[in-house]
């Protein structure tokens, strides 16, 4: 295993502590009673949680594409089944996102939640534990544990704290993903059976049959696409988002669903090159479906948690698109576009929620006119809806440039289908601004001040103004200079494109000199 891991040289195992941390503060919050105190303890949980992983970046190194912190334990010796974990350049940004995102979640949920404390804050903490795994398992078995894990903490999240509707929504969502996953096992199962291992490096190094190859990447596929998730696959979602609450699809849009772009990137394209290049025609054609109905779909929206949730379809299309391109630009552009959504999109839930709390309503006409009333609100929605539309100079910009140029250089006409999704999210996003900033209201929003005079609509507090801030800062940080990110990201992704390239070339010489090798007569004919 020394080929593919550089074992961690802390003085601590830094990714199973990652892995432990949420743990022990969800066991942590079973013994506070003040709700005061939960709320600080798994606020402070969080935060020294992303205050460690910071350290995964200061300390990357760049110039390699092995998997560096790792932890290689004995785990089940008569299956050939260890416990190893480690990050290379496509993961380690991944696990960041998901550490600076969740301090946001309880922040955002400061006030939102006032039943049932403790057991939300034990929900969200084992949530954070399950989705770093998946990002940090470099074996098969490990990464299906984490994988499930993290659906009963999301079931739970829509069930118990959702709107109206959350029995259907949260068990759409659970017969969704767990439905794909179960497809996902049995590729780990008919992994194991052919190679007798689970560890993920080494199953990127045979080659495979053509039609073993196929078979592996349509049920790795269907798992990853219905996360993603990718039209058609994709109606669990909005939902989903309208039914949780606001830290449910915070973590819904930021994290839960980079999970199918990661698959994709981890297990399809390097054990299955093959077939991803069979395939490769048929998912950039469902990338393109789902960029341009998902902006439709988002323009059609009156509700403000159903349009961002529309415009998650088309920005996870650009997803899709960047990776089946298989092209540098094309993958990197993918891996930041994950980013760059579960930042801007997480920060335009955020800000429903924060509305929603005044005004009870998440009608976009109920919600009109707050530029003179909410001026810092509406300050940090205009950003985010710019950045969500690829507004030049924010995050969103630079990933969406990045797949079009692929796209472009590629398939023309795929990337003039392409350029319609991208016209169609600056309609459906101006849209909103323009009715929530300066549209006339339909007068069901609440007044300024109620019959006893106090204050029923205020503007954004210390609390909202962190949280957003932080958001809108990256923003602008990933808008002007990327740069940090795609130098994390380049030899992974290079090294990915060659194992790609080098095992369909195999393949594909095996097949020639077969169709090429002379017959034997037999002469007795």
């Known amino acids: ?85 480690g990050v290379d350049g496509i993961s380690v940004l991944l696990v960041l996102l998901t550490t600076f995102i969740m301090p946001l979640c309880i922040l955002c949920s400061w006030r939102h939640i006032d039943g049932r404390l403790r057991e939300f804050l034990i929900v969200l903490l084992l949530m954070e534990t399950a989705m770093i795994g998946v990002f940090v398992s470099l074996n098969t078995v490990l990464f299906y544990i984490f994988w499930e894990g993290m659906l009963i903490p999301m079931y739970l999240l829509i069930a118990v704290w959702g709107g109206p509707r959350r029995d259907y929504a949260s068990i759409k969502f659970f017969l969704y993903t767990f439905t794909g996953s179960i497809f996902l096992l ?130 996870m299309g650009f997803v899709t698109l960047g990776i089946f391109l298989l092209s540098e630009q094309g993958l990197k552009g993918a891996l930041l576009q994950m980013i760059n959504h579960g930042i801007t999109t997480g920060a335009l839930f955020i800000c429903v929620g924060i509305i929603y709390e005044r005004t009870h309503s998440r009608e976009i006409d109920h919600n009109a006119a707050l530029a003179m009333k909410m001026p810092r609100y509406v300050t940090f929605l205009g950003l985010f809806c ?20 692929a796209t472009f250089a590629k398939y023309p006409l795929a990337g003039a289908a392409a350029i319609l999704g991208a016209v169609l999210a ?62 994390v990201m380049d030899r992974s992704i290079v090294h990915l494109l060659e194992q790609v390239e080098a095992r369909t070339a195999v393949i594909e010489a095996s097949a020639v000199k077969f169709v090429e090798a002379p017959r034997t007569v037999n002469p007795g004919l």
Request: aromatic share 14%; net charge neutral; glycine share 8%.
């Open 1 to 85: 295993m020394d080929n593919y891991l550089i074992l961690n040289t802390f003085d601590y195992p830094i990714l199973s502590l990652l892995l432990i941390l949420p743990v022990a503060g969800a066991v942590g919050c079973l013994f506070l009673r003040n709700e005061r105190a939960l709320k600080f303890w798994g606020l402070a949980v969080t935060l020294a949680t992303a205050i460690f992983s910071c350290q995964l970046f200061s300390n990357f190194n760049p110039a390699t594409s092995k998997y560096q912190f790792a932890e290689l334990h004995n785990w089940f010796p008569a299956l050939n089944l260890d416990y190893v974990v």
């Open 426 to 487: 600056a309609a459906y996003m101006l849209r909103l601004l323009q009715k929530m900033i300066w549209g006339r209201s339909d007068g069901h929003g609440l007044p300024e001040q109620d019959r006893d005079g106090q204050r029923t609509l205020w503007d954004l507090d210390l609390r909202e103004m962190v949280t957003l801030g932080c958001l809108a800062a990256l923003v602008l940080w990933l808008g002007l200079y990327p740069r940090p990110l795609l130098t």
């Open 186 to 315: 049995v590729a780990i199962i008919a992994l194991y059976v052919t190679t007798g291992t689970f560890f993920i490096p080494a199953l990127m190094e045979p080659n495979y049959p053509f039609p073993f190859q196929m078979w592996i990447f349509l049920a790795c596929a269907l798992s990853f696409a219905v996360k993603l998730p990718v039209y058609p696959l994709h109606t669990w979602l909005p939902a989903a988002h309208v039914e949780a609450p606001a830290a449910g699809s915070v973590i819904l849009a930021s994290i839960l669903l980079k999970m199918g772009g990661y698959g994709f990137l981890r297990l399809c394209l390097p054990i299955a090159p093959a077939a991803t290049l069979a395939c490769m025609p048929y998912l950039i054609g469902i990338a393109l479906v789902s960029i341009v109905i998902g902006g439709y779909l988002a323009l059609g929206q009156s509700d403000i948690k159903k349009l961002i949730a529309y415009s998650s379809v088309g920005h």
């Open 386 to 405: 710019l950045a969500s539309f690829g507004f030049p100079g924010t995050n969103g910009f630079v990933s969406e440039f990045l797949v079009l140029i």
